[in-house]
C-alpha cells in the first residue's frame, strides 16, 4: 500500500500581508498529480489544515476543491485536525462527505481505526486530534489508565498511543498513527512555529509512539525525519524566510505485507522563492542583485551604519516582490535603545521578549523567577483561549 503524507497547509495563511491561497492552490495541484502519478492508495493530512479557528469562505472552498481532486484520483484522504483548527469546524461536514475521505477530530474516537485493505489485508489509519491538555481532559476525567491526571501535552498523547495500541490488539493487521505535536528528537535548526516556542506546550517522548508501523506528524514547518518511521512532513509552502531553505514536499510511504517497506521524498514547486539579501541598501539595490531576485520574495537586511529614508519604497521599486525589511547595522550598538533593538531581534519566544523588555527598563534585571512562572502561566492561557475560538 502507498501512503503520501502530508501535513500543514495552513489555508488562509498570509505572507507578510499577501495572500497564500493562490500559491497553495498551485502547489496542491502539484501534489495531485503526484498522487495520481504515483498510485497512492491513501493521503493522510497530519493537522493545521487551516490556519485559523474561524476559516473564511475561500479558504473552506479551496479545501473542498482539493479533498475533490485527490478523491478523484482513487485515492482515501484522512484528515486530522491542529492546533490551529477548530476540530468542532473542521469536522461538522465529516458525516456528510463521500466516501473515501475521512476527517478525524474526535478524541474519544482515538481508538476506533479508518481500515483500509490492500492485497496483502487490511492497513489500519488511527488518527489523534491536536490534544490540547485543559480542553480534552473533559474526555478522560479519571486521567490515563493508571489514573494519573492529564496535566501536560505529553502526558495527553501518551495515553492517546495507549488508545491507539488497544485499538491494534483489537484489530489485527498494519497500522498507521496520525498526530500533531512536537517529539522528541526535532532538529532545532528546522524552524518551529510561535506556538511550538511560547508557553509549556511540551516535547513528546519518542517512545510514546511504539507500536504503529509508520506515525505521520504534523505540527513543524521543515521535512523531519525522528526516526525511520517517525516524521513530519512539513508544510507544502514556505510560510516565513527561516524556512526558506528548507525543501517544501511529502513522504511517499509504502507498506509491504509486513509492515513499513520504504519511504521517499517527493519535492513540490515553489510558486515564488524566497531570499534574503544582505549588505548596505545600495549593494543590496545593484542590478546584479535585481537580475537575480526580481521574481522572488526578498527580505532585505542593510547593514548601513545609519537607517536609511524610506527603505521599502526603494526597494520595491526594485524588487516588487519585497516582503520584509530589516536595518542591521554592520557594527551594532552596544547600549541603550540599539542594544534593545538586538535583544528583541534575537528572542525567539513571546517569554524572551517579555524578558528583553523588562530588562530594558530596569537597567539590566530582567524576570524574577516568580515573575517568570507567571508570564509563562500568562501565555499557556493566551494558547488555549485562541485553540478555543
Not at 549593494?283 to 537580475?291: G, P
Request: glycine letters at 10%; hydrophobic letters at 40%.
Amino acid at each position: 500500500m502507498r501512503i503520501l503524507h502530508t501535513s500543514d497547509w495552513h489555508i488562509g495563511r498570509s505572507f507578510h500581508g499577501n495572500s497564500t491561497m493562490d500559491a497553495l492552490a498551485e502547489v496542491l495541484g502539484a501534489l495531485t498529480q503526484q498522487v495520481r502519478d504515483h498510485r497512492v492508495d491513501v493521503v493522510v493530512l497530519a493537522g493545521d489544515v487551516f490556519d485559523s479557528a474561524t476559516p473564511s469562505g475561500p479558504a473552506y472552498t479551496l479545501l473542498g476543491d482539493a479533498l475533490v481532486a485527490l478523491h478523484e484520483t482513487g485515492a482515501s484522504v484522512i484528515v486530522t485536525s491542529g492546533n490551529h483548527d477548530s476540530a468542532a469546524r473542521l469536522g461538522f461536514q465529516a458525516r456528510l462527505l463521500r466516501d473515501g475521505i475521512h476527517v478525524l477530530t474526535d478524541p474519544a474516537a482515538i481508538g476506533t481505526p479508518v481500515t483500509v485493505s490492500d492485497a496483502a489485508g487490511p492497513v489500519h489509519f488511527y488518527g489523534i486530534p491536536y490534544l490540547e491538555p485543559a480542553i480534552v481532559r473533559q474526555h478522560w476525567p479519571k486521567g490515563d489508565a493508571a489514573g494519573r491526571p492529564l496535566r501536560t501535552q505529553a502526558q495527553t498523547m501518551e495515553h492517546a498511543m495507549s488508545l491507539v495500541r488497544a485499538g491494534m490488539r483489537e484489530h489485527p493487521g498494519r497500522s498507521i498513527a496520525i498526530a500533531h505535536c512536537f517529539a522528541a528528537g526535532v532538529d532545532a535548526t528546522i524552524g518551529l512555529e510561535r506556538e511550538v516556542r511560547q508557553g509549556g506546550l511540551d516535547v513528546v517522548p519518542l517512545d510514546v509512539f511504539d507500536g504503529p508501523d509508520y506515525v505521520a506528524l504534523g505540527h513543524i514547518h521543515g521535512r523531519n525525519q525522528v526516526s525511520s518511521r517517525v516524521r513530519y512532513a512539513g508544510a507544502p509552502l514556505h510560510y516565513s524566510f527561516g524556512e526558506q531553505h528548507k525543501p517544501r514536499g511529502s513522504w511517499l510511504v509504502e507498506l509491504d505485507a509486513d509492515g513499513l517497506g520504504t519511504v521517499e521524498w517527493l519535492d513540490l514547486p515553489v510558486p515564488r522563492r524566497l531570499v534574503t539579501l544582505t549588505g548596505a541598501l545600495d549593494e543590496i539595490l545593484s542590478d546584479a542583485n535585481v537580475a537575480a531576485h526580481a521574481d522572488a520574495w526578498v527580505c532585505a537586511v542593510y547593514t548601513d551604519a545609519l537607517p536609511q529614508t524610506e527603505p521599502m519604497r526603494r526597494l520595491r521599486e526594485r524588487f516588487p516582490h519585497c516582503a520584509m525589511v530589516q536595518h542591521q547595522p554592520a557594527v551594532p550598538v552596544e547600549s541603550g535603545v540599539g542594544s534593545y533593538a538586538n535583544r528583541l531581534q534575537t528572542a525567539q519566544t513571546d517569554g524572551e521578549r517579555i524578558d528583553a523588555f523588562l530588562s530594558h527598563v530596569r537597567d539590566g534585571q530582567g524576570a524574577t523567577e516568580r515573575e517568570g512562572e507567571l508570564i509563562r502561566e500568562v501565555l499557556d492561557d493566551v494558547v488555549r483561549a485562541e485553540a478555543l475560538v
